[in-house]
């Protein structure tokens, strides 16, 4: 099994940074694709931004583009989400997500694993 942890939500004002990481723990594997989803009231949960843990291949929505930065730090087995220029329609639950695969999920049902997620809050 693989256990996911999120930290690092907030309230931030527009135009802010929030700083989120994801750690990894359990059956880990330098082969799991890990991902960012984020869910807000009343809509299903999208995909945000993607990794490769073995080459650190990134994926982005084209919303987050520009804005958002994903990364792994194998040694602390960690993802961190870097979000700068946050805009209020960021609001939403974050969500780490693990798959075990090749390919590169850009939508929730195929990822195995999931973390409890972490709030976060952009007000005008």
């Known amino acids: 099994q693989v256990q996911l942890v999120e930290s690092g939500g907030g309230l931030v004002q527009a135009g802010g940074s929030l700083r989120l990481s994801c750690a990894a723990s359990g059956r880990t594997s330098s082969s799991y694709v890990m991902g960012w989803f984020r869910q807000a009231p009343g809509k299903e949960r999208e995909f945000v931004a993607a990794?490769?843990?073995?080459?650190?291949?990134?994926y982005y929505a084209d919303s987050v583009k520009g804005r958002f930065t994903i990364s792994r730090d194998s040694a602390k087995n960690t993802v961190p989400l870097q979000m700068n220029s946050l805009k209020p329609e960021d609001t939403a639950v974050y969500y780490c997500a693990a798959y075990g695969g090749i390919i590169v999920p850009l939508t929730p049902r195929e990822y195995e694993h999931w973390g409890q997620g972490t709030q976060v809050t952009v007000s005008s």
């Open positions: 990794i490769t843990w073995r080459g650190g291949r990134t």
